[in-house]
């Protein structure tokens, strides 16, 4: 427990938010290498040091409206996981990165 202080909460903060703006990177450069490939209709390509294929995943999903509750209650599955929600008290703290 002697670990835990207020450094190390702004320090989690600062990489939480550095993350952020990582994603909205790594977003930017999957669209642009997506719309390349969408142009040159291809689902790949490879570079002098890199190789980006494109794949498509799918998922199934119901959505607990659209199903009658008693198959829902029957045959639904619960996973639990653990998150953490980390907000500076201090408003002026929001963009430190």
Do not use: A
């Amino acid at each position: 427990m002697s670990d835990i202080n207020e450094n190390m909460f702004s320090e989690w903060f600062r990489i939480k938010q550095e993350i952020k703006e990582l994603q909205k990177k790594d977003l930017k450069y999957k669209t642009i290498v997506d719309n390349y490939l969408q142009d040159k209709n291809k689902k790949s390509m490879t570079t002098n040091n890199f190789k980006v294929t494109k794949k498509t995943q799918m998922t199934c999903r119901i959505n607990k409206n659209s199903i009658p509750d008693d198959l829902w209650q029957r045959y639904s599955i619960s996973t639990p996981y653990t998150t953490f929600s980390l907000v500076p008290l201090d408003t002026s703290l929001k963009n430190i990165i």
